[in-house]
Structures are given as structure tokens and as C-alpha cells.
């Protein structure tokens, strides 16, 4: 690579935007690590109306777990933040990047582009997206925005704690929860900046396993914490900033729809990225 070729990395070149709604199929419970507001032992994560909420924190490590565990099929690396522990080196991990300090301070005193390429060329795909210590994220998502806030009760269920080594209950001890209701949609929103191939593999089989179906928060060994993409309610748009017409557009454009280019088939979209991806990876 030219000392030229990390230098684009610097400028935003292209965004992807990516808008859809979770349902929940069953319970969930996202903990708020304290007593909750209708004094049951384990409190859910409220907004400031008392709501459920889906902080995106909760979206982005769930969607980070999904890709982790599909990076593999695709031939694309994920370091699980612990070089050791996957057999991936990537200074995300603190370890490895103090072991490499050395090389990395080299490539500082390079320049800017050698330290942007050297950061490149040390980082599993996984980090590239999602970010990690040593670099940005190409990812960005906020908390999820609740759709139906007039049907989204709060409720406690009981539980008794179990004794760890027999896993019987123990004798009188028992504690309670809370649990936002089956039924509950969150409406969510990606940013996407200057994404790679990669990038686009990776968001897309996360985004087909969604459909399918997973789990997310506290509490899903007992079943609570079922979610589904809802597959009419994706939308993808994008802007290419190298094209003059959409920049113009983009910049001058005071409402979305006047700035964005929809993404009419957005599965087809993401098939695409993944069928290239693994062709470049097999
Ligand atoms: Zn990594």
C-alpha cells in the first residue's frame, strides 16, 4: 500500500444509514443494576418518562456479539478482544499493543498515514467496524426509540435463588424482578461511515440472523429477552459524497428524504457484499 492509499480514510467518502424495528417475542430485561422503581429487587433500565429503555450500548454489543459469531462463516477475523484467547492478533487488545509499542511508535513518527495504515493492518475486521481503544468506529447507533409506549407495562416476577452446586432451591430465600412485556418494538437507527466490503458482510448476515431471531439482555437462559428484526420495517439509504448531484443534494437538503438516496432492495443490497466477501476470502 502507497503512503497515499490510508490517506481517503481521513475524509468522509460515503454514508449508510440503516433504520428498522426490534419486536420482542418474549420478556426482557435489560438490568439497571439496582433496586427498581416498583421496589423490586433487580430494576430495569427506565427513561426519564418511566419507560423501558433499549440503551444503545445494549444494541451495539448485542449486534458486535452477532457479527463476532458469524465472522468465521464469513472468513473474516474476530479477535474477541483477546489475541490469546481467538488466535487473532489485533492491538485492541491491550496485551498485544504493548508488546508491539515499539513498531507502533515507529509508524507514529512516520506520519499520520503510516500510523493510520500500521493501526489498519493490526486490527481484526470486528474492530474495524465497531471501534475498539486504538481506533474510531465506522459504526454509530443510538439508544432505541420505544413504538408503542401505550401497551409497555412493567412487571415483577418472583424468583428463588438457587443454591450453585445442587442448582436446588434454597430454603426460603427469594427474590423478585423486573420484566418489560412481550409485544415491546424498539425503532433503531445505524450510521455507517466510509464502510468496507467487510463492513457490509458483516452488518448484513447479523442483520438475516436478526431475522431469524435472537436474544438480548438479562435473564435469557430462562427464555426472556426474545427478539426478531421485523422484516417490512427496513430501510436503507445512503449518500456518496464523491458523486457531485448527491453531495449537493445531501448539503443543500433541509428534510431526510431530500438528502438520502434510498436502497430500494436492501437484502439484495447486503447479499451482494456477502457473496463478494466470501469470493475474496475463500
Ligand atoms: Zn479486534
Request: net charge neutral; proline share 4%.
Amino acid at each position: 500500500m502507497t503512503e497515499t492509499a490510508a490517506t481517503p480514510d481521513l475524509h468522509l467518502r460515503r454514508r449508510l444509514r440503516l433504520q428498522g424495528v426490534l419486536e420482542f417475542q418474549t420478556g426482557w430485561r435489560i438490568g439497571s443494576g439496582s433496586e427498581g422503581e416498583t421496589m423490586s429487587d433487580l430494576g430495569i433500565v427506565l427513561d426519564p418518562d418511566g419507560l423501558p429503555l433499549l440503551p444503545g450500548s445494549s444494541l451495539k454489543g448485542k449486534l458486535r456479539n452477532t457479527c463476532e459469531a458469524l465472522a468465521h462463516a464469513l472468513r473474516l477475523e474476530a479477535c474477541l478482544l483477546n489475541s490469546r484467547a481467538s488466535g487473532k492478533d489485533c492491538v485492541s487488545d491491550v496485551r498485544l499493543f504493548s508488546q508491539l509499542r515499539p513498531q507502533h511508535q515507529k509508524a507514529v513518527r512516520d506520519g499520520v498515514a503510516a500510523q493510520l495504515r500500521w493501526i489498519d493492518e493490526h486490527t481484526c475486521d470486528v474492530c474495524k467496524l465497531f471501534g475498539s481503544p486504538v481506533r474510531a468506529a465506522r459504526l454509530r447507533l443510538g439508544d432505541g426509540r420505544l413504538e408503542n409506549p401505550e401497551t409497555v407495562v412493567v412487571r415483577v416476577r418472583d424468583g428463588v435463588v438457587l443454591d450453585r452446586d445442587s442448582h436446588t432451591a434454597v430454603n426460603g430465600l427469594k427474590y423478585d424482578y423486573e420484566v418489560a412485556p412481550a409485544g415491546t418494538r424498539f425503532g433503531f437507527r445505524f450510521d455507517l461511515e466510509n464502510p468496507t466490503e467487510a463492513d457490509l458482510a458483516l452488518l448484513g448476515a447479523a442483520l438475516f440472523e436478526w431475522l431469524d431471531g435472537s436474544s438480548l439482555g438479562g435473564f435469557t437462559s430462562r427464555g426472556l429477552g426474545r427478539f426478531q428484526l421485523r422484516d417490512n420495517a427496513v430501510h436503507l439509504s445512503e449518500i456518496d459524497f464523491d458523486d457531485d448531484a448527491q453531495r449537493v443534494r445531501y448539503l443543500t437538503g433541509t428534510k431526510p428524504d431530500q438528502r438520502w438516496s434510498d436502497v430500494a432492495d436492501w437484502k439484495a443490497f447486503f447479499q451482494t457484499a456477502i457473496r463478494n466477501t466470501l469470493a475474496r476470502t475463500n
